[in-house]
């Protein structure tokens, strides 16, 4: 019999009990569904996470200075300086993982323009630290190196200080504002970059040269970073190996002696990414497993339905062994029978957990992740139920005797 | 006389049950050759079923050999078994054994199927064969809508649509009245005229007189084997009246 054949037989033995077809596929179809519509919604969540990680920076290290420790009181990271500026310049020449360095030294001050004013964080830093954070600029121009070099007085705005200043959409470059009574001139404004992952906003923030920071805002001693350097490694697979180059050299720059406590602090944020991730993932997996469980049972309805119809179908099992169906073909037929329940329940499923994705994803503000690859295993996975709960009761059937069969009431 | 077509020798079925062991056929040997139609006759535990299932291939013997058209089948499995039914035999039952909810045409297609028969000559076989028992305008019926006579045709039907050397027919009228059963019984001859054996399970004298040979069995063993002029069965409702 061609398998064409053998799938018109299932097909009109299964049509014959419509209700009780549908009732069994049903299982299938709540299993396939749910695991497609739990994996979109940790794939949203998942990619939420990602792109918060992403516009913090790419591959980034943030290196702290130590720590005072005055009688017994022991201050916070970065709260004595350590880092020094031949550091940095170490850390660029010396560090091959490195791609760039840029010291970010911050104060939080009143910008006053005009006729507004706004108390926002004062951020001392080198060009390179706009391409870390993939941060263009979105009218006028960045910090150039020779606005490092002369200490120039001039400032990059973020575009909430912008609105605060000079209200939304102004374009203030070329006017200017006064910090600690200085005045900066506006020679571009930032793009929005929106919120952090813990709600913070990017831009509220202005940017200036760090030598200038150091001259005008800061003060104090100007051998020793007061503030943080922020590296980004030249891959994300690098950042590890970006930590250690960095960790040995200030250690050797600084003579720390062996076994002794580092007197900076490197963190890594893409590790704290990729941790976040992780917890998502997790997530994801035992929602999907939750679903899976119910495809076994979904699975279990398909093996009890088709021993029913076993029994039912003796005699006509028998008939069909009288004229001429081998084992094999009875075998088929049932098989067919359960695959056909649990691909029909598969398909279903993958549609109506489209729709249930989408509908949770429109709830819940996420964007919309449909993986094929979780499609394609839901269904294989369907038919695998199909075939292995299929399978006892249609070897049942293979095996019964014609004369037992034909002769049953 | 054709050449053999059944040869048994020393066929032998042994149940177990239980402590007990039940001889339902002690060492028969039998030869039917083609064209013949022999009836099987006996007391019920007399053997005859058993016989019948070994020689139509759904039961293997315990012990013997059976050569079914020139080939040894006595130790075939299952899967050749199946084979050798679908090519070379064809059924008919008591209670018909038709599928329900299917129409004759399907039915009679059924062998077919398994053949592994295209679809347009599945068709075309089992119109021929339909047309063959004189339903040819009931094609498209189920089961339920024919009387027993009809149904009993179009199980003959499914039988023959296979060209099979032998048709074995358990009692093939014991469900039916007697005019219908005169009916099968003249389809039988007329099939026997174009060369197909029948071997037919009664236990009904009537029936059996239409055989051209009696086999009466009795506690698994051939007590009689005699060849008789069989008489011709006519459909026509008042020679079968008579003839009764």
Request: charged residues 20%.
């Amino acid at each position: 019999m061609s398998p064409l054949q053998v799938l018109r037989v299932a097909v009109r033995a299964l049509m014959r009990n419509k209700l009780r077809s549908f009732l069994t596929t049903l299982g299938v179809i709540i299993g396939v569904s749910a695991v497609i519509a739990m994996v979109a919604i940790g794939e949203g969540a998942k990619a939420r996470v990602e792109e918060a990680f992403a516009s913090m920076g790419s591959n980034l290290l943030v290196v702290l200075s130590g720590t005072t420790n005055a009688s017994g009181a022991h201050g916070g990271f970065g709260s004595m300086p350590t880092l020094t500026w031949d550091d940095l310049k170490a850390i660029r020449s010396e560090a091959s993982a490195v791609r760039y360095a840029s010291p970010q030294l911050r104060s939080n001050q009143q910008v006053i323009s005009e006729d507004q004013n706004w108390a926002t964080s004062i951020n001392g830093v080198s060009p390179e630290y706009f391409l870390m954070r993939t941060w263009p600029v979105a009218m006028g121009s960045s910090i150039s190196q020779s606005d490092i070099e002369t200490g120039s007085k001039v400032v990059l705005l973020g575009q909430t200080v912008v609105d605060k200043l000079f209200g939304s959409n102004a374009d203030p470059t070329g006017q200017s504002v006064r910090i600690q009574k200085t005045p900066f001139q506006i020679i571009g404004v930032l793009a929005r970059k929106g919120q952090s992952a813990t709600g913070q906003d990017y831009d509220d923030a202005v940017f200036i040269p760090y030598t200038t920071f150091q001259a005008k805002i800061q003060g104090g001693l100007q051998k020793f970073i007061a503030g943080a350097l922020m590296v980004s490694a030249v891959s994300s697979e690098a950042t590890a190996r970006a930590q250690n180059q960095i960790a040995t050299l200030l250690r050797d720059r600084h003579h720390t002696p062996i076994g002794a406590d580092d007197d900076f602090s490197i963190r890594n944020l893409t590790e704290m990414a990729s941790a976040q991730q992780e917890g998502v993932k997790t997530l994801t997996t035992l929602l999907a497993s939750i679903a899976a469980v119910s495809l076994i049972v979904g699975g279990i309805g398909i093996m009890n339905i088709m021993l029913v119809s076993v029994t039912e179908r003796t005699r006509e099992i028998g008939i069909r062994m009288a004229v001429g169906a081998r084992p094999r073909d009875v075998l088929s037929q049932f098989l067919v029978e359960a695959l056909a329940l649990s691909i029909a329940g598969g398909i279903i499923g993958i549609l109506l957990g489209l729709v249930a994705a989408n509908r949770l994803a429109a709830n819940f503000g996420w964007p919309i992740l449909i993986r094929l690859d979780v499609i394609a295993i839901a269904v294989g996975f369907s038919g695998l139920v199909g075939v292995v709960f299929g399978l006892y009761p249609a070897q049942k059937a293979s095996r019964l005797d014609p004369i037992e069969a034909l002769r049953y009431e | 006389m054709g050449k053999p077509l059944i040869e048994t020798s020393k066929i032998s079925k042994m149940y177990r049950m239980g402590d007990v062991e039940v001889h339902a056929l002690r060492e028969v040997s039998l030869t039917i050759s083609e064209g013949e139609s022999v009836a099987v006759m006996g007391p019920s535990g007399s053997g005859k079923s058993t016989l019948m299932n070994i020689l139509g291939c759904l039961d293997r013997p315990s012990s013997g050999d059976y050569w079914l058209v020139g080939e040894e089948v006595s130790q075939l499995d299952r899967n050749a078994l199946a084979q050798l039914r679908n090519r070379t035999l064809g059924f008919v039952f008591q209670s018909f054994n038709l599928l329900s909810r299917t129409t004759a045409l399907e039915n009679v297609e059924l062998p077919l199927l398994y053949a592994g028969v295209s679809a347009r000559e599945r068709h075309a076989r089992a119109r021929e064969a339909l047309g063959r028992v004189g339903l040819g305008d009931r094609m498209h019926h189920h089961p339920n809508q024919m009387s027993g006579g009809q149904q009993q045709r179009v199980a003959v039907a499914r039988a023959l649509v296979t060209h099979p050397h032998l048709i074995v027919a358990d009692e093939p009228t014991g469900n039916l009245d007697s005019r219908t059963s005169i009916e099968i019984m003249a389809l039988f001859q007329e099939l026997g005229r174009s060369g197909i054996t029948l071997l037919l399970v009664t236990h009904e004298p009537d029936i059996a007189r239409y055989a051209s040979r009696v086999v009466v069995m009795r506690d698994g063993r051939v007590q009689s084997d005699e060849r008789q002029t069989p008489l011709q069965a006519r459909p026509d409702p008042a020679a079968a009246e008579a003839a009764l």
